[in-house]
Nanobody, 124 residues
Framework: QVQLVESGGGLVQAGGSLRLSCAAS????????IGWFRQAPGKEREFVAA????????YYSDFVKGRFTISRDNAKNTVYLQMNSLKPEDTAVYYC?????????????????WGRGTQVTVSS
């Protein structure tokens, strides 16, 4: 089992920045991928970014490329999502998720473990 706890959400003006954190506990050694997903009211959960736990290879959705950066600190069992140039359309609950296999990076249903989410609100 892996437990994930997100933090760092909040209210920010358009153009501002936030850094989200995802702390993993339990059996983080069983994790291959950590991903960030988001869900806005009335919309489906969508992929934002992911990172390979062992070698740090990162993946991004097109709508965050160049604005968001995912990184990891293996010593702290923590993954970060640095979000810059935030837009009102980035407003959503952001979830951290973990997957015990490689592949299917962009598919929410492929991730076995989920945090409870952290709210990000970007005002115009």
């Amino acid at each position: 089992q892996v437990q994930l706890v997100e933090s760092g959400g909040g209210l920010v003006q358009a153009g501002g920045s936030l850094r989200l954190s995802c702390a993993a506990s339990g059996r983080p050694d069983s994790v291959y991928l950590i991903g960030w997903f988001r869900q806005a009211p009335g919309k489906e959960r969508e992929f934002v970014a992911a990172i390979s736990w062992s070698d740090g290879i990162s993946y991004y959705s097109d709508f965050v490329k160049g604005r968001f950066t995912i990184s990891r600190d293996n010593a702290k069992n923590t993954v970060y999502l640095q979000m810059n140039s935030l837009k009102p359309e980035d407003t959503a609950v952001y979830y951290c998720a973990a997957r015990g296999q490689y592949g299917m990076v962009y598919t929410a249903t492929a991730y076995s473990y989920w945090g409870r989410g952290t709210q990000v609100t970007v005002s115009s």
